[in-house]
Each structure stands twice: as C-alpha cells, then as structure tokens.
C-alpha cells in the first residue's frame, strides 16, 4: 500500500510538467504558424529585461519591474503591490497549463509593458526563455 501511495504522488507531481510542456509546445506551434521563425531563449531573456517606454507610462517599464530579474522569485506589481507567484514551472506547477490563461496575461502584461500586444515571436521567445528555468 505504501508503495502505491508513493508511486501516486510522484505521478501527480509530474502531471503539472506534462501539461506545461504540451501546453507551451502547442504554443509555440501556434505561433509558427502565425509567422514567428526559430524561437530564442536569449532573445528572450534580452526581452525579460529590456526597459520600454510608451505614451501610457511616466516611467520606463520591463517585465522584471514586477516579475524581478529572476523567474525563481516571487513578485510584486508596481502599481498594486500584489504579490506575484514565480514565473518558473520549478516554482509554480500551474504556469503555462492553459493556452487562454496565457495568452490572456501575454495580451495584458505586453500592453502593459510595451504599449502594444507581444508579436508571436515575442511570446516565443519569451516562453522558451522562461520554460528553461
């Protein structure tokens, strides 16, 4: 009994990275079609931390302004104050599970941050920057 109570946890804590993993290569399928070409962790990461600046916002603004530099940690939005779980699938099983929870906060935080939606290649690059943590 006790091995099948053992065996039944580790299925369930490796159920989470199974679904991320399809869920982000369904995503990045997409966004091939959609015209992006070879998705960069690097680009990415370039992406993570680049500061922009846009009509909307009195101060320049990036993505670890509320997600901090490392995707390990826990954030906090500049406006609110609220507490952000880590972008990292180490740290958060229920990232990247849902296509319409991603694309919903890839749509918000981009005109948030950038002035304008993400392009696919954008999305790309940053969910290969972030699947590598």
Request: aromatic fraction near 6%.
């Given at each position: 009994?006790r091995?099948?109570s053992?065996?039944?946890?580790?299925?369930?804590?490796?159920?989470?990275?199974a679904?991320s993993?399809?869920?982000?290569?369904?995503?990045?399928?997409?966004?091939?079609?959609?015209?992006?070409?070879?998705?960069?962790?690097?680009?990415?990461q370039r992406?993570w931390?680049a500061?922009?600046?846009?009509?909307?916002?009195?101060?320049s603004?990036?993505?670890?302004?509320?997600?901090?530099?490392?995707?390990?940690?826990?954030?906090?939005?500049?406006?609110?104050?609220?507490?952000?779980?880590?972008?990292?699938?180490?740290?958060?099983?229920e990232r990247?599970?849902?296509?319409?929870?991603?694309?919903k906060?890839?749509?918000?935080n981009?005109?948030w941050?950038?002035g304008?939606e993400?392009?696919?290649?954008?999305?790309?690059?940053?969910?290969?920057?972030?699947r590598?943590?």
């Open positions: 009994m091995t099948l053992l065996s039944m946890l580790l299925l369930a804590l490796c159920v989470p990275h679904a993993a399809d869920t982000v290569d369904e995503l990045l399928e997409q966004y091939r079609a959609e015209g992006a070409g070879e998705f960069s962790a690097e680009a990415g992406l931390h500061q922009h600046s846009h009509g909307t916002a009195p101060n603004r990036s993505c670890v302004s509320c997600h901090t530099s490392d995707p390990h940690s826990i954030g906090e939005h500049v406006r609110t104050g609220k507490s952000i779980k880590p972008m990292a699938r180490s740290m958060n099983f990247y599970t849902e296509q319409e929870k991603v694309e906060w890839f749509k918000r981009c005109k941050t950038l304008r993400c392009s696919a290649q954008e999305k790309g690059d940053l969910l290969v920057f972030l590598s943590h």
